[in-house]
């Protein structure tokens, strides 16, 4: 989750340098000049990142946005939290009304909510999206590099790339109930279209055995690398956000056999 919390992180400084500027503009202190910087930097950021995500859909054939399945999730989460503001506010005004504003401000509650939820929805419809586009293509280029110096040795490469918690916390404790995602990868080093099926066996540290489980039957063309895909991977997920498989203790190491007949 390295790539995806340095993603993330980086528009939370813009944005939490803008919020901070607009509030000491409201309260006087601090002047127009700072403000019109801090939000010059989040602009940049976006366009930035618009740039980044044109040239991953081009460049990896990846879709510009999440699938239909995400983007209703991600309003879904965020009418949860506008629908639990709304009726606090509306509750705490009936309950409380005359109250001075020092007190209750309605007003200031619903300005509140609505930057609150606008950025909920810009973090999980475009900025935690793209940080899983940065991490898959991460995963790819060295995918691409490590298989490049095993291909003239096999016809099919099975590469092992990254088991981790899809967690952002900072400390393995706080993760404990997220299972690890592991990312396995499948390269056709042939001169031409294959349908290959992978079995792969995931070891601990110890060399225990955790999972043995067999990929769907994958169609490769010549030099193509594709993600492994189990019954386990999600196709409700965008590419990006699939894995191979979970597991509830890290994968060190595997053993794995294939097999491959041509596309008829």
């Known amino acids: 989750m390295g790539t995806v919390s340095?993603?993330?992180?980086?528009?939370?400084?813009?944005?939490?340098?803008?919020f901070w500027t607009s509030m000491s503009l409201k309260s006087g202190k601090t002047g127009k000049s700072r403000w019109r910087i801090s939000l010059a930097a989040l602009i940049a950021v976006v366009f930035i990142?618009?740039?980044l995500n044109y040239y991953f859909s081009n460049t990896y054939q990846l879709s510009f946005f999440q699938?239909?399945?995400e983007s209703t999730m991600a309003l879904i989460v965020t009418a949860a939290f506008l629908l639990v503001i709304t009726i606090?506010?509306?509750i705490v005004s009936i309950l409380f009304k005359g109250a001075p504003k020092?007190?209750?401000?309605?007003?200031?509650?619903?300005?509140?909510?609505?930057v609150f939820c606008a950025t909920i929805l810009f973090f999980t419809m475009w900025v935690y999206p793209l940080a899983e586009k940065a991490s898959y293509i991460n995963k790819v280029e060295k995918a691409l590099a490590l298989s490049e110096q095993q291909q003239a040795e096999e016809e099919i490469t099975v590469l092992f790339m990254s088991s981790e918690k899809d967690c952002l916390r900072t400390t393995n404790s706080n993760c404990t109930n997220h299972t690890y995602k592991n990312a396995f990868f499948l390269k056709n080093n042939l001169d031409t279209q294959k349908e290959i099926q992978v079995r792969i066996r995931a070891?601990?540290?110890k060399q225990k055995e955790l999972k043995v489980i067999e990929s769907d039957i994958m169609t490769l063309e010549a030099g193509e690398l594709k993600l492994v895909e189990t019954e386990e991977s999600s196709d409700m997920?965008?590419?990006?956000?699939?894995?191979?498989?979970?597991?509830?203790?890290?994968?060190?190491?595997?053993?794995?056999?294939y097999r491959y007949r041509d596309n008829n």
């Open 67 to 69: 699938n239909g399945f």
């Open 203 to 205: 070891l601990d540290s």
């Open 88 to 90: 606090i506010n509306v």
């Open 6 to 18: 340095l993603v993330i992180f980086l528009f939370i400084l813009p944005c939490s340098w803008f």
């Open 102 to 114: 020092s007190f209750h401000n309605p007003k200031a509650v619903w300005i509140f909510t609505a």
């Open 49 to 51: 990142s618009v740039g």
């Open 237 to 257: 997920e965008s590419i990006w956000s699939r894995s191979s498989f979970e597991t509830d203790t890290r994968v060190h190491s595997y053993e794995s056999l």
